[in-house]
């Protein structure tokens, strides 16, 4: 399929670039590493400055004006989320640093009280080492036994075994929605119907898909979905933890402190309620907020327009870089993937090729994107990652295939 | 400053003393978990001098050029002055500034040498913290 750099676009990228100080000036960079982390929205910068000039103060308990100010807009940046992904109620939403912390919270929490020795957790290869590592980890407290949904060599899962995998041994399903390297798009529904079926627990990490598409929890019927902020335009250090309401109901405490406790004695405490059960201590109070402002930005602009704008860029870049002699661009075909392309040229490491692309102001990520058991999948140590958002334009990736092809004549004729 | 200078891609390109020893006195390997670079190093010593040394492995152009200058650097040295090498040592031979994920990939040659020497574990330069 070719596709026409002039064409009809889905968004307005030049009035989104706006949005983002960071590609004001002259010669803005070529921002290729959104899958790892997102730029940040203006509104975002704003609505944090806001707090912290204007009702600064700890949530919860303030008998004052501007504490009661910071409680409303932190529970009302919850309240956006869970609008956000089509959460039931807003209690369903809980505030973590990140992804990594809500797969930890549900390893600590449900996995040491419905884990057992003769228990099985269903994983995928291409997980990232935030969806794996905690299983591990879980598996080593309990003596369960972890289990691996392979994947095909164009990057797809290999789900026509799923039916041996799933036992009644299956207590938990833990997959990714979209891959951080290859960009796959997982067919989580029909996983999770399927897991469901054996009464497995599922959780969906959608650290990549939920800043991407239309996300609605309730129709993907998952039982926790963990993201993070600094993925969908917001600030670092908040992430959000979703759980059907009667399993976290029914979950211990994950961290101990203040603000998660109903009274306390000597001895023990009784526990709060969710969400406030898992938020112990002071959260992330500001870069709530500036979450709940992220879901805004983006509700404004469309998660659909956004998927489409990101599908017209990711064909665009596939056509491109296939014309370079020597690369090998890992797993699907665009239409099935989603913002993110993975590749390599043959005889350049991905670190030169990386350090090649930053002298001409290209920003990708190269290495193993923590996700080591899917490069060993493919029998490569590291690749490069370019990875595309909202705010990328086609001429982001003339400025990549630009960069590769003076990293080849730079690098690649010295192969000895 | 470019850090594709000539210098160190002609080392990338013809690295010096490239390959093994067949009965090497110290021989140590390790690689860097963060991107895959792997380096060997193959020391003959004689009375406490470095009478020989080979690097293999593989990796990014800077890891091998680095390996390269610092056989070298510490062919016909005393084995005990190769203790005092640095990470600055490494960065003027390089000739380059690094930013800190790099700055790994130049160290890698170094720190072997060390491991495999000395028994230093640590990253050149980061020693001294990690013994506190």
Redesign the interface.
């Known amino acids: 399929m070719h596709v026409d750099r002039n064409e009809f676009h889905p968004l307005e990228v030049d009035r989104i670039r706006e949005d983002f100080p960071i590609f004001a000036g002259d010669s803005p960079i070529a921002y290729l590493d959104s899958a790892a982390s997102s730029q940040t929205a203006r509104c975002v910068l704003e609505a944090m400055d806001g707090y912290y000039e204007s009702y600064r103060s700890n949530i919860h308990r303030g008998i004052y004006h501007i504490s009661e100010e910071a409680t409303a807009a932190y529970e009302d940046a919850r309240q956006k989320i869970a609008r956000f992904i089509s959460a039931r109620r807003a209690s369903q939403v809980v505030f973590t640093r990140n992804t990594t912390e809500s797969i930890n919270l549900v390893a600590h929490s449900w996995g040491n009280a419905n884990i057992g020795r003769d228990d099985e957790i269903l994983l995928t290869v291409m997980e990232h080492h935030s969806n794996l590592v905690p299983w591990q980890l879980l598996a080593e407290r309990t003596g369960a036994t972890l289990r691996f949904i392979e994947v095909t060599d164009e990057g797809l899962l290999q789900l026509d075994d799923l039916d041996q995998l799933l036992t009644e041994r299956t207590k938990l399903v833990a997959i990714t929605h979209v891959s951080n390297v290859l960009g796959t798009i997982n067919p989580v529904w029909e996983i999770t119907a399927a897991a469901h079926s054996v009464g497995a627990t599922v959780l969906i990490d959608a650290a990549q898909s939920v800043p991407h598409l239309p996300v609605d929890a309730q129709a993907l019927d998952c039982d926790f979905l963990a993201f993070s902020g600094h993925k969908m335009c917001g600030p670092t250090g908040v992430g959000v933890l979703y759980g059907k309401r009667e399993l976290l109901e029914e979950m211990p405490p994950f961290l101990g402190g203040g603000s998660m406790i109903r009274a306390v004695q000597r001895e023990r405490s009784t526990y709060a309620d969710v969400p406030a059960r898992f938020e112990a201590g002071t959260p992330a109070i500001a870069e709530a907020i500036g979450l709940g402002h992220a879901v805004d930005y983006l509700e404004k602009i469309g998660l659909d327009a956004v998927h489409a704008h990101e599908q017209q860029i990711i064909d665009y870049a596939h056509q491109k870089l296939s014309e370079i002699d020597g690369i090998t661009i890992y797993g699907p075909k665009p239409r099935m993937k989603a913002g993110v392309i993975t590749f390599n040229l043959e005889g350049i ?4 090729l990386a ?2 692309l930053d ?1 001409t102001g290209v920003a990708v990520r ?3 994107h923590c996700a080591q058991p899917l490069m060993q999948h493919y029998g490569v ?2 690749t490069a990652r370019a990875s595309f958002y909202l705010y990328n334009t086609m001429e982001d990736v003339d400025r990549l295939y630009d960069g590769a092809l003076k990293a080849q004549n ?2 690649a004729r ?1 192969q ?1 | 400053m ?3 200078e000539e210098d160190i ?1 002609d080392h ?3 690295p010096s003393n490239y390959g093994t020893l067949e009965k090497p006195d110290i021989s140590y390997e390790e690689d860097n978990p ?4 792997q380096i060997r190093m193959d020391l003959e010593v004689e009375d406490g001098v470095i009478k020989d040394v080979r690097f293999s492995g593989h ?4 890891s091998q050029a680095a390996a390269s200058m610092l056989t070298e650097e510490v062919k016909g040295q005393a084995l005990d002055d190769v203790k005092k090498l640095s990470k600055d040592d490494i960065l003027e031979m390089l000739g380059i500034p690094l930013g800190p994920v ?1 700055l790994k ?1 130049g160290l890698l040659a170094l720190k072997v040498l060390k491991a495999g020497a000395y028994g230093i574990k640590g990253w050149p330069g980061e020693e001294d913290d990690e013994e506190e």
């Open positions: 490491h991905p670190h030169d350090g090649v002298t190269a290495g193993h140590i590291a730079l690098l010295r000895g | 470019n850090i594709y891609l990338y390109e013809n963060l991107c895959g670079d990796g990014c152009t800077i790099r990939c």
